[in-house]
């Protein structure tokens, strides 16, 4: 079941697979963060069959959705993780995943953070900078053990999205220099607790072409090559760049298929390919399901006011985002134009402006789509709001994965003087 497939309209009701969200509202209220397990479980299976073939690992990003619900559900797929805090690494090991699938990338990894991944016993780390090797070497010879290190090149290469989720330019501050990484590579020779495995990249986030990937994986494929040649036993290559969805229906989803046919005549036989998906994998399977709680007019704007806030979904606000909305009862009205926007005291409250959409009387339901990524893991308790409860529906069944926060949940930590 793919993404359209697993949210559609059944007898005019808007389903998640064979729940209806209206039955979901009832049961478990708005907002509320809504998945299908079967759409996760295709994306992932589209990664693997396209990879058949060419030795691999499919890394999910758990920062995209870092639910342990989900995490235990790609774990069972095959999934290994690319983590980027020692928070992350915590949660894989709570979801009973293997710490030797798992990745730690980031440009800022603590010493406590480091300690933490080498005394589990990760795959690798991607480090991004002479200061960490360093600090990596100092960590793994005091517990008498060797970090496997790919270096994070930054091949300088234009992601073409958007400039907050762009990270491959010179001007980032991700990655080692690609002109420089040789040297790099070769000092790091001095530390006997450091094995150098790999080389990995990453050059943005939403890459709707495929080209700019491609552009990436021959500079790295030729440093590959080149760190043979020298002697490096470079076992894997971590390309990174996510694949983009269409979060509109004008805007069509780079094609995983494509991409990999494309990389395939291209890699040595010798080598095993990481990939770093995260947002390619859950955002389409994922709904932020919200209620219409007032409708005003303002001058000659419209308001839609509902229970969800840019605090529940972020995206719109901080990249003027663009998710489409869908009504879960479908309507026969001829939609108008209006402002989507939330309860928060933030005129950037807001998850669209100047929309088409059929009139919503108040207590009716709306479904913003495409939220599984990047969604509940930027949500914030801001205006004292509880965050929502996140669902994971499975059929007709529908798992609570994190129950909705309370008052006291807001509380929490806090005390009085
Ligand atoms: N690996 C690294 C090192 C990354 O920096 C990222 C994303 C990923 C993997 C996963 O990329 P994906 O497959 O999800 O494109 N909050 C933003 C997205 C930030 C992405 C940052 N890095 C948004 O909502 O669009």
């Known amino acids: 079941m793919s993404s359209e497939t697993a949210f559609t309209y059944r007898d005019g009701w808007f389903c998640c697979e064979d729940a209806s969200l209206i039955d979901i509202a009832a049961r478990f209220g708005t907002p509320a963060y809504v998945y299908s397990r079967a759409a996760i479980a295709a994306r992932f299976a589209a990664y693997r069959r396209s990879l058949r073939g060419i030795p691999n690992r499919v890394c999910y990003a758990v920062k995209a959705n870092s ?19 020692g928070g992350e690494l915590f949660r894989v090991l709570a979801a009973g995943a293997d710490p030797a699938t798992v990745v730690f990338s980031g440009v800022g990894k603590t010493r406590e953070e480091i300690d933490f991944a080498l005394a589990r016993g990760i795959h690798s780390f991607n480090c991004e900078s002479a200061d960490e090797l360093a600090l990596l070497a100092e960590i793994a010879g005091r517990r008498n053990t060797t970090a496997s290190v790919a270096l994070r090149v930054n091949p300088d290469v234009d992601a073409i999205t ?47 072409s495929i080209a700019p990937l491609i552009e990436a994986a021959d500079k790295m494929i030729a440093l590959v090559a080149r760190l043979r040649a020298a002697g490096f ?27 990999i046919s494309r990389l395939r005549p291209r890699l040595a036989s010798d080598i095993e390919l990481m990939l770093e998906p995260g947002r390619s994998i859950i955002a389409e399977a994922g ?36 998710h489409e909305i869908t009504p ?30 059929v009139p919503l009387a108040p207590g009716s339901l709306i479904a913003i789509r495409t939220a599984g990524a990047y969604g509940f893991v930027l949500a914030s308790n801001y205006n004292s709001r509880p965050r929502p409860v996140e669902l994971l529906v499975d059929g007709a069944e529908v798992h609570v994965i994190r129950r909705r926060e309370t008052y006291d949940d807001l509380l929490r930590g806090e005390q009085l003087v």
């Open 67 to 85: 639910n342990i619900a989900i995490l235990q559900l790609l774990a069972s797929l095959g999934a290994g993780f690319d983590i980027v805090s």
């Open 162 to 208: 958007h400039p907050y989720i762009s990270t491959g330019l010179k001007e980032h501050k991700f990655g080692i220099d690609i002109a420089v990484v040789e040297s790099v590579y070769r000092r790091m020779a001095r530390y006997p607790r450091l094995a150098a495995t790999g080389v990995s990249c990453h050059i943005g986030s939403q890459l709707l």
């Open 233 to 259: 036993p470079i076992r894997h290559l971590d390309l990174g760049g996510g694949l983009g969805v269409s979060y509109r229906p004008t805007e069509t989803a780079a094609d995983i298929d494509e991409f």
């Open 287 to 322: 709904i932020l399901l919200s209620r219409v709680l007032f409708e005003k007019q303002n001058g000659s704007k419209t308001f839609v006011i509902v229970d969800a806030g840019m605090n529940d979904l972020i995206r719109p606000t901080l990249y003027h985002a663009h």
């Open 328 to 357: 879960v009862e479908q309507s026969p009205l001829p939609p108008r134009i209006a402002d989507i926007v939330g309860p928060v005291c933030e005129t950037g409250d807001f998850f669209a402006r100047d929309r088409e959409i």
